[in-house]
């Protein structure tokens, strides 16, 4: 679970409704479901138009990318390549086979059955590299779904303030349905901006942050797959690897 991701929706939602009881005013009057039918249907309505199905539904899987995103634990995966380069230099790249059941990243077991089967190591370089460009180019194009929702959204919110606005100039001789008129006119401007930059905009640049992180840690992974086809030196591996590292994580490798 990304706490950060989180607590952001939690922090940005209780300043809102804090800010509004500050003021005097009711929660009830900012919730206003005829606005935000207008700025979300017509935001969906517009990612819609703009993107393929799959794409629309890579967007909605990718959320869990941004709440609760897979951690990185380039420490671990280190720790098993030198444990395989180990394994390989004093069995050979064949004993890597019984290996392959202990591997839970099927990304790292592709690269390892690649050696076994004694894929050259340029052709394994290549053969991750582009899963990895692949995976990154989809990542984006779902995040740059939300980014469009983000450039709707506050359009949208207006159109909604029209609406409410036209509303009330229909009804300027009942006084009773002014009141409601001008609400969805204002909260239809609020729900707009409001999911633009507290939610659809900082969703996507914390998914395109996400899919650098799980680029990183597989350009790791194959740098270390093409050492091990190599049969590098395992520390020599691990001097490497290591510069894939945090500074922190670093200096802890250090003390030990």
């Not at 190591?121 to 779902?142: M, R, S």
């Not at 204002?186 to 680029?215: R, S």
């Amino acid at each position: 679970m990304d706490i950060a991701t989180i607590l952001g929706i939690v922090l940005a939602l209780g300043s809102i409704a804090g800010g509004q009881a500050l003021e005097g005013g009711h929660l009830g009057s900012i919730l206003q479901l005829t606005a935000f039918i207008i700025v979300m249907g017509g935001t969906l309505g517009a990612c819609c138009v703009q993107n393929p199905l799959p794409v629309l539904l890579k967007a909605v899987g990718a959320l869990s990318l941004a709440l609760a995103g897979p951690h990185q634990d380039n420490k671990g995966t280190i720790k098993l390549i030198l444990d395989l380069a180990n394994v390989s230099r004093k069995q050979g790249l064949l004993a890597l086979e019984g290996k392959l059941k202990e591997i839970k990243d099927p990304f790292m077991r592709k690269g390892v059955q690649l050696i076994v089967d004694g894929t050259d190591p340029k052709a394994v370089h290549e053969i991750l590299e582009i899963e990895v460009e692949h995976h990154e180019e989809q990542g984006i194009l779902a995040a740059k779904v939300w980014e469009a929702a983000g450039g709707y959204a506050p359009t949208v919110g207006i159109l909604g303030a029209v609406l409410g606005l036209i509303h009330v100039m229909e009804n300027l001789a009942d006084p009773s349905k002014l009141g409601s008129g001008i609400a969805v006119a204002f909260v239809a401007t609020v729900y707009g901006v409001g999911a633009a930059n507290l939610f659809f905009l900082p969703l996507a640049n914390k998914i395109k942050l996400k899919l650098k992180e799980e680029a990183g840690a597989r350009n790791l992974t194959i740098m270390g797959l093409v050492g091990l086809a190599h049969g590098e030196n395992p520390r020599l591996l691990q001097e490497k690897l290591e510069g894939f590292l945090s500074p922190a994580d670093r200096m802890k490798e250090t003390k030990k």
